[in-house]
């Protein structure tokens, strides 16, 4: 069966860098895109952008253009999100998601805070 | 952007009822929707995708209509374990966009 499994809770100070890693198994790792959305508490859904782990190409949401890398690594089957200069209104659970978002990993807490 | 326009925000319904939340594109987006269940500290669950089709493993009592503009998720008898945060997705255009969310509690 499809899984998604992402990578620990983080603190982050602000101004730092988060990486999210999205371990996938149960089907072609490079034949569905991999999207990243993420959900501030108590707030609704956000899409940020995906990554096509096929040619690594990826398409960011404009609010996170330059703060935003997706990436993958095709041999361990994993992707990964990285955001940089941490605000804490990035505090939030990332969650990646495959294809149109039929299938989601538990999602990862990050908090950004002094 | 394609705004979502998801209503109600929330509603207060019975085990048994009928209940319906609506979503609202601001541009066509042919049939390039889904419908998500969120329960609290748990990953959205995809239930409707292209609009009406049904996601494996969803009970039947759940269904989607609509196309270009307008959509609507059913649940036709609704049951204690439904009470959760919906919402739809756009999946036409980038930026994706999802609806703000409907809220289904206990009456």
């Known amino acids: 069966q499809v899984q998604l499994v992402q990578s620990g809770a983080e603190v982050k100070k602000p101004g730092a860098s988060v990486k999210v890693s999205c371990k996938a198994s149960?089907?072609?790792?490079?034949?569905?895109?991999l999207h990243w959305v993420r959900q501030a508490p108590g707030q609704g859904l956000e899409w940020m952008g995906w990554?096509?782990?096929?040619?690594?190409?990826?398409n960011y949401a404009e609010k996170f253009q330059g703060r935003v890398t997706m990436t993958r690594d095709t041999p361990i089957t994993t992707a990964y999100m990285e955001l940089s200069s941490l605000r804490s209104d990035d505090t939030a659970v990332y969650y990646c998601?495959?294809?149109?978002?039929?299938?989601w990993g538990q999602g990862t807490l990050v908090t950004v805070s002094s | 952007d394609i705004q979502m326009t998801q209503s109600p925000s929330s509603l207060s319904a019975s085990v048994g009822d009928r209940v319906t939340i609506t979503c609202r594109a601001s541009q066509v987006i042919r049939n390039d929707l889904g419908w998500f269940q969120q329960k609290p500290g748990k990953a959205p669950k995809r239930l409707i995708y292209?609009?009406?089709s049904l996601q494996s493993g969803v009970p039947s009592r759940f269904s989607g209509s609509g196309s270009g503009t307008e959509f609507t998720l059913t649940i036709s008898s609704l049951q204690p374990e439904d009470f959760a945060t919906y919402y739809c997705l756009q999946h036409n255009t980038y930026p994706w966009t999802f609806g703000q969310g409907t809220k289904v509690e206990i009456k």
């Open positions: 990554i096509n782990p096929n040619s690594g190409g990826a």
């Open positions: 998601a495959r294809g149109n978002l039929a299938d």
């Open positions: 149960g089907y072609t790792f490079t034949g569905y895109q």
């Open positions: 292209t609009a009406s």
